[in-house]
């Protein structure tokens, strides 16, 4: 035991150590906020906060599970990537084996079970921020951002949705994505679109209209795959980091978690 | 057992059971002794002895237990528990200040702590707790893998993935392009226009009903009245051919419903005035037409003279009021939809077929 203790001693007083954590493990109020100022992931939060943020009867912390989720999800999503084709020739049966052949054969079942849970815990994460009135000013422009990264969600799972490329997955996103024909004014079946010609001519038809766009191609297809994928890989990702920095930056600069003023 | 089931079957067509759950709704939140916490495990004993008992039933247990559809489970307890919680602190909170007292909030906000320890290290026991649930959750369900996409195989039910499911559970009573584009773009604006509308400087920051009933009653509304009930529906109850199913029932692919669904201008020009249908489009959707003029146009303006709307008209001004006046609205105008279906098997207020455009 003593030699273990005099191991961990070494190891945090060497160099190496030292080099990486500035300030160790804090023991006086001095080190407490050092410690939040030195670290790149921690000074994302205030070196204080209320008491009453602190609550998780308040806060239901579903905000950061939220975020977790995300985390869970990029890790999980990038080890699938090293296996999943996306194409139709292939992606099925790369489904199959990441199920039967590869080690640690549950990266799917994660990111599956997280993307549900995080589409579940951004609503409650609304929900919380309702009840306590949190959008009301200064927040008006966070909740903003809020709204639109859970649209981002929603868009991030239907996405993946297609990817196993089984039944599941095709009906489901041409159940969803038939709703594009219907679009006022840029979709084939929508109202509205038959007053847009140019010298007789139909602008809008099935083949160039919302639907269209959005699974490349008249049907759901090999074009359908890539341009989900990519979306779903690289896309949105990008968008929703972007604006988790933003709404993270804000909750800083309106005062950090809301209570009574 | 059987009669029980087939009552509840029974109830569960949404004629019986929407018509329910609003009247539930205004009553449990009138009801000041559900939200204790007797009131609490009352519910949650109640909610779960159905779907214990309920999971001895086969149909039942088939959908429920569906991989996919485990996480609408696990969203009906999150959805009830956070409803109780967040009631359960607001009455505390508004109690407290009707005695004069300060809110829950109030007395600890004042208080500073350090984020190190016990901000950081709650996230952690957080996140440990999550990635321990994860895990479990991936190693005892399996995520759903069926036979390989088929384009000319249609499976029925072909449903949206879940979260969408209360936009294709729309679909039987609006047209694509409202219950598909037109509707869910305007949940998106109306939640953005949300913090722009209201103007009640209380209840920031801190639980409370009693002085933002009206906001918190139409947001609960709309969050679990009309979104979350219409996904249970559309993911529990819905079968082959989109027919309802009660939950206890075997989903019968030869299951025949009769179609007697007509539109507002057959009512007026065949029923009532015994003439056929006019020719051109614009006469024979007069009646619609003016409906939904009157219904977006003539009573909002109508309402801000109203005694009970006008002081919202006063407090928020004529912008404000309006936006909030024709969101609300246009919510109201599904489970208005949906009672007109029910009772006059109403199919469209307005049937425009040579341009597509039908509400």
């Known amino acids: ?261 | 057992m059987e009669a029980i089931k087939s009552f509840i079957n029974t109830i569960s067509y949404p004629q019986f059971s929407f018509t329910l759950s609003v009247v539930l709704f205004v009553a449990a939140l009138k009801t000041k002794k559900l939200w204790t916490r007797t009131g609490g495990w009352i519910m949650l004993v109640l909610v779960t002895l159905f779907f214990a008992v309920g999971s001895l039933d086969e149909n039942f247990r088939s959908v429920v237990a569906k991989p996919d559809n485990v996480p609408i489970v696990m969203m009906i307890y999150l959805a009830g528990f956070f409803w109780w919680l967040s009631m359960y602190k607001a009455i505390k909170n508004d109690e407290a200040t009707e005695s004069g007292a300060p809110t829950f909030e109030k007395s600890e906000s004042e208080d500073k702590v350090f984020t190190w320890p016990d901000l950081v290290f709650s996230e952690l026991i957080c996140m440990v707790v999550l990635t321990a649930g994860l895990v479990v959750w991936s190693i005892l369900l399996k995520a759903p893998l069926e036979e390989p996409a088929n384009l000319s195989v249609a499976p029925n039910p072909s449903k949206a993935p879940w979260y969408f499911l209360g936009l294709q559970e729309m679909l039987v009573y609006f047209d694509p392009w409202m219950a598909g584009v037109v509707l869910p773009g305007l949940i998106v604006v109306g939640l953005m226009a949300i913090p722009y509308i209201d103007t009640n400087p209380k209840g920031n920051g801190y639980y409370t009903f009693k002085e933002r009933k009206t906001e918190i009653v139409l947001f609960l509304f709309g969050y679990l009245v009309l979104w979350v009930q219409m996904i249970v529906i559309g993911t529990f109850l819905r079968g082959p051919n989109w027919n309802l199913f009660g939950p206890f029932e075997f989903w019968d692919i030869n299951k025949v419903v009769p179609l007697v669904n007509v539109d507002l201008s057959e009512i007026i020009w065949i029923k009532m005035l015994g003439v056929g249908l006019p020719s051109h489009w614009l006469l024979r959707e007069s009646f619609g037409i003016l409906l939904l003029i009157g219904y977006f146009i003539v009573l909002p303006v109508a309402m801000a003279k109203m005694k009970y709307f006008k002081r919202f008209y006063d407090q928020m001004g004529s912008a404000r009021y309006y936006t909030g006046v024709l969101l609300f609205l246009t919510m109201m105008l599904l489970p208005i939809k949906m009672f007109a279906r029910w009772m006059f098997n109403l199919k469209y207020i307005v049937h425009i077929q040579e341009f597509f455009l039908n509400i």
Request: proline share 4%; with cysteine.
């Open chain 1, 1 to 261: 035991m003593q030699q273990l203790k005099d191991l961990q001693k070494a190891i945090v007083k060497s160099q190496i150590w030292k080099s990486i954590f500035r300030v160790g493990i804090p023991t006086d109020n001095r080190k407490r906020a050092l410690a939040m100022l030195g670290n790149v992931v921690l000074h994302l939060h205030p070196i204080k906060v209320k008491k009453s943020g602190l609550r998780m009867s308040y806060t239901w912390c579903m905000g950061g599970t939220a975020f977790f989720l995300f985390l869970v999800e990029t890790i999980t999503g990038l080890l699938l990537m090293f296996y999943y084709r996306p194409t139709v020739e292939y992606a099925y049966f790369d489904m199959v084996d990441l199920r039967e052949v590869a080690a640690f054969g549950i990266m799917r079942e994660l990111h599956r079970w997280a993307a549900h849970a995080m589409v579940i815990a951004v609503w409650l994460h609304m929900f919380r921020v309702f009840m306590t009135g949190s959008y009301k000013p200064p927040r008006e422009f966070n909740w903003n951002v809020g709204v639109i990264l859970l649209v981002l969600t929603l868009l991030l799972s239907f996405t993946g949705y297609l990817l196993p490329w089984d039944q599941l997955a095709v009906w489901a996103i041409t159940v969803g994505s038939n709703m594009a024909r219907a679009t006022p004014l840029i979709g084939a079946e929508g109202p509205g679109a038959a007053f847009l010609t140019l010298g007789g001519q139909k602008l809008i038809h099935i083949g160039s209209d919302a639907r269209f766009g959005l699974i490349a191609g008249r049907t759901i297809g090999g074009g359908t795959l890539i341009r989900f994928y990519v979306l779903h890989c690289l896309g949105i990702p990008f968008v929703a980091a972007c604006l988790m920095a933003v709404h993270f930056w804000r909750v800083r600069r309106d005062g950090g978690i809301s209570g009574p003023v």
